[in-house]
């Protein structure tokens, strides 16, 4: 028997190497059921991101059927690529595979044994590496970064093969640092796509946005900014390449980057006008990716406005003013002062201009004015904080507010003749100056028109130029009004294909295009009819490379339409394949009904609003998760499809839309604006659009709004008789959910006016009209009204007050999860009156809602805390994450809250009252006076002011 001796943990440590280094450790090899055929077909697509299975062969010829079937059904995938439906191997065997192979020349040997495919990123970038010729991140592509960073996460499980490698000298990047290289790769992309290879001129135009954005930046924080400048003009004239080409000129990369920026498009769904603090945690990310060393403050501030960002979503979605947007009014405020503080840092504390380019501004101006104001506003308060901010604006149109400006119109002449000289020369065509002449007199100058009659030229060819009768032709041609349109028109005319130029104008009904839709929305209304799977295949591929038409949807199987010429053509191909459209439309319905997924629901939609369906039936088939694939399609819907969307959307519309529109639709836009208005302060512009439809009587949500803005506006005999009538004609109509709202806004109207009895009386019909509706919410929010007004009466409670504040307290836990996150007001109001009895309310309303940092309520908690109080919570909250450091200059606040927004003051109290402290008690306490603080201000009347009062 041997010998028992201690082992030191460094001899276990050092056992354990060697065993793992021997392979003892690993998985043991696949066991023998797997031919040496299929083990070649894995091993062939160990380093392919995806594959036809036919092209699995070798010099020694091809694997055996019943191998090959074995192979694709249980070691791969499928996966969808530009190219079309592939295969690839499941993640499982790819890492069994490469740890077998390890050897970075038998790897290369597996990719000699396979056609080379040069549309397969994933293989060129893993044969790079393997030959370490890979190019540094910073220099790669979008599509090559991509490839790198599948090559690094097949090795990552794969330990054996990554270790070996790096043995041999084969050195890959971080995953984390392929990330974030492709994140800051993502900023720019949209730039270099905009700016392209075709860049002319505008040398005037640059030189200005230079002397804007590089003029003397102002030091101090109060410092009169500079007015934002506006580059506009039409649609395809330039304007985003303008302002991509002037970033990239001076801060396209990190060796000569001048000055910080950020690129804020409202094409993204994301980026919200209506929130600018959208704007703000867009503008924090990209800055943190810009500047590395600054990225970890970026991440914290991004988290930290995207709580708020997400608060005050709630109470937007909520769908009633109260006292919640108050509670949140210094939080920008905040956030600002933190981000001057971040652009101090990113800027080495040198006075560099900060750059904001904010695109597409006609999509913010579809929002209405009301929204611009508020976006202007929080642009202006930004400057004033952070006065090396500079704003550049690239719409279509001038706004009507103090800015510089840059006009665009068409290019100059003999810069018109360079861009089609450029253009042309690509495709091995040099035409005289003379001809350049003619053309550029026809098309104007726009950059569109002349890419497009660039395009038409190509495809004439050289014999074309030379014919003189030809060259009148097409000069011909290029004479119409609608230049753009009629360009498209006479590219689709030399189409090769006959059937191809069937289907590829009316083709512009549908946003995506995929083989499937080809065979069942386009061939039978195009005159095609029956069309088999191959056909349709065939026309799908031939289409993919008219990349003047349409581009390929990133790693899907689908073809969208270029958005400029989608843009400029459309309505012409509508006009002229009325009835063509029309049944694409009804097909598309059909093949997206029977498909799964948002983006499906999103075109169903889509083309269902096209047709113009009723507001009933659409009713039926929305899901909000399709209005992330609406927005960009507003303006290509009939006056009643718009103002359906524009209120699912949140979106204002033109009026002469609106006056179209039917009753319900209408009414629903009404609402939106209407509530916006008021939210605003605007109660006067809320109660005239009201009123633009002086039909009675109006729907009840029509006048619940009414009321509000005649009470915003202290006209209160007047909304206490529409409150009477209002209840009136919902008690006729036995409409409980109705009359219980209009209810509960006239007792807060009393309430505000001190009431009381007058308002307990019409919360006691509100809640019995409540009882009658489904669910909780409507009977909390009358019930916790009338414990408020007790409270506030000072009268002791009697017996049915308190058999009241039982059944409250009952309900409250019954609550559901969904209708806490969608009430943020009710919940707030709960925590007032019955936090001390439902556990872990208080906890929730003040992670939720967050705290008043800037009035009373922050007084009051802090005043009815004592100093063991505050010390404990200061103990227990050390190195929390929620804990922030006050930035120079930022607005006064009571001790514990200073620097921090309401969101995180709460998220902080909330953490503090969760960790059970000895204090807990006195701090729920407090919390409770603050909440009570809050809920008592006046809504209306006295205390509560707007703009208009």
Known sequence: MAELRPVSAQEVAERLKAAHDSGALTAAPPPPTVSPDRWRLREAAALLGSFHAGSLTSPSGSADAGDLRTFVVEDCERVSTAAGSRWRLTSGVRTT????????????????????????????????????????????TMDELTGTLHVVQWLLPARRAAEALARQGVLLPTAEEVGNTVDLAAVFQPLRLLAGEHFVGRRKELRELADYVEGAAGAEPGAPGRPPLLVHGPGGVGKSTLVARYLLDHAGAADRREFPFAYLTFDRADLLPQQPLTLLAEATRQLGLLYPACAEQANRLEHAVRSTVAAQTAVILEGIEGLLPTVMDADDEVLMHRFAQLVREVSAYRTLPLLLVLDTLEQAQRHGTDVVDRLWAFLEALQRICPVTRVVFAGRAPVHRTTCEIPLVGLEPHLALDFLRMRLAQAGITPDDAYLVSVTRK????????????????????????????????????????????????????????????????????????????????????????????????????????????DVAQGEDVLVHRADVRQATLPLIHRKHLETSRRIHRRAVRHYAASDGPQARGEE???????????????????????????????????????????????????????????????????RQARTLLDAGQAAAALALIRERPARPR??????????????????????????ETLERAGERGDAEAFADVAVLGARIAEDLGAYGEALD??????????????????????VAQLRIHRRSGAEEPAHVQELRTAVVAATDRLRRRDRRGHPSLVRELAAEVGDMVPGLLSEAARTTGIDNSGGSAGALEWTLTEADVTDFVHTAKGSAAVVEEPPGAPERGALSRGKTSQEWGEQVSEYLDSAPAMGATWSHALMEAYRAEVDRPRFGRGRTGHDD
């Not at 990719?111 to 991140?137: F, G, H, N, Q, S």
């Not at 803005?709 to 005999?717: I, T, V, Y």
Request: aromatic share 4%.
């Open 443 to 550: 098309v104007g100058a726009s950059p569109l028109s002349l890419k497009l009659a660039a395009e038409l030229v190509r495809r004439e060819g050289k014999e074309g130029l030379r014919d003189p009768e030809k060259l009148r032709d097409i000069l011909f041609r290029l004479g119409d009004a609608e230049v753009q349109a009629v360009l498209y028109e006479r590219i689709l005319d030399d189409l090769e294909d006959p059937d191809l130029q069937r289907i590829a104008g009316p083709g512009l009904t549908l946003r995506r295009i995929t083989p499937r839709l080809i065979q069942e929305a386009l061939a039978v209304p195009c005159g095609l009819g029956e069309i088999s799977e191959d056909r349709a295949l065939r026309l799908f591929h031939l289409l993919a490379t008219e990349a003047t038409l349409v």
């Open 97 to 140: 595979v490469l740890d077998r192979l390890q050897d970075r020349h038998r790897l290369l040997d597996t990719l000699a044994a396979v056609e080379p495919d040069p549309l397969d990123i994933d293989r060129v970038m893993a044969e790079a590496y393997l030959r370490a010729a890979a190019p540094p991140l910073d220099e790669q």
């Open 699 to 724: 729907l009840a949500r029509v006048s619940v709004l009414e009321i509000e803005a005649l009470a915003a506006q202290g006209r209160m005999p007047e909304a206490r008789r529409l409150v009477t």
């Open 605 to 671: 939609l889509y083309h269902r609003l096209s047709l113009g369906q009723a507001t009933d039936v659409l009713d039926r088939h929305w899901v909000p998760e399709a209005s992330l694939f609406l927005e960009s399609a507003l303006e290509e819907l009939p006056p009643s499809g718009q103002a359906y969307l524009a209120d699912r959307l949140g979106i204002a519309i033109d009026p002469a839309v609106l006056a179209e529109a039917d009753g319900e639709a209408w009414a629903r836009q009404v609402v």
């Open 762 to 783: 019409l919360l006691d019909q509100a809640r019995k009209a409540a009882a009658t509706t489904p669910g909780r919410v409507a009977w909390l929010q009358a019930s």
